[in-house]
């Protein structure tokens, strides 16, 4: 007789995982994004140029795990909104880098204490000292995956492919010459 492989699905990390990001995305998504008429890409893309702003489309791909033609019309719809610029690069006329503009950043000054609560309600009654646990935990899974995926997985999306280049501690370079992370 045969056994079967079974697998306790309510406690699959993969599941557990998506049930929260799709709650969190859901409720991101219909009570703050929907009023600023932002997707959760659009989003993801402001965000990141709020913590460094002017950086190279390529580096904001990765960032943000969006593929890079994807990531090139949601830049093209946030520009259009004049939520950002893009601008070839002054050291490198093949480059693309993606600025805020000031309404992108009242915008954001908007959204992110929506963010900011969100994360607080979906994180209640867990101890601090777990949280930090957490975080490097879910960022290990990621570079795992992405690592995985960079070595032999054909159908990993480029901006993964990309995200695990820059998992590992590297330094990129953008327009004004500044080093970063």
């Keep these: ?5 079974r697998l306790d699905f309510s406690e699959y990390l993969p599941y557990l995982i998506n049930r929260v990001g799709w709650l969190l995305v859901i409720d991101f998504g219909q009570n703050t994004l929907a009023r600023h008429h932002l997707s959760i890409a ?3 893309v402001l965000a990141v140029l709020a913590n460094d702003d002017g950086q190279r489309q390529i580096d904001v791909a990765a960032s ?3 593929d890079v033609s994807t990531l090139s019309r949601v830049v093209t719809r946030l520009v259009k909104m ?3 610029t893009r601008t070839r690069s002054a050291t490198n006329s093949r480059e693309v880098v993606v600025r805020l503009t000031p309404k992108g950043a009242a915008v954001l000054a908007r959204v992110i204490p929506h963010a900011i609560a969100l994360e607080r309600t979906a994180m209640a ?3 601090a000292k777990d949280l930090g646990v957490v975080r490097r ?3 290990r899974m990621y570079q ?4 995985s995926a960079a ?7 480029p901006a993964v492919r990309a995200s695990a280049a820059s998992a590992a501690p590297s330094r990129r370079r953008r327009s004004g010459g500044r080093t970063l992370r």
């Design 125 to 127: 009654g867990v101890p």
């Design 151 to 157: 070595i032999g997985a054909r159908s990993a999306a």
């Design 64 to 66: 943000t795990s969006i």
């Design 144 to 147: 795992n995956l992405a690592a």
């Design 82 to 84: 004049g939520l950002v």
């Design 42 to 44: 659009m989003w993801r």
């Design 1 to 5: 007789m045969t056994t079967r492989p």
């Design 137 to 139: 935990s879910l960022r």
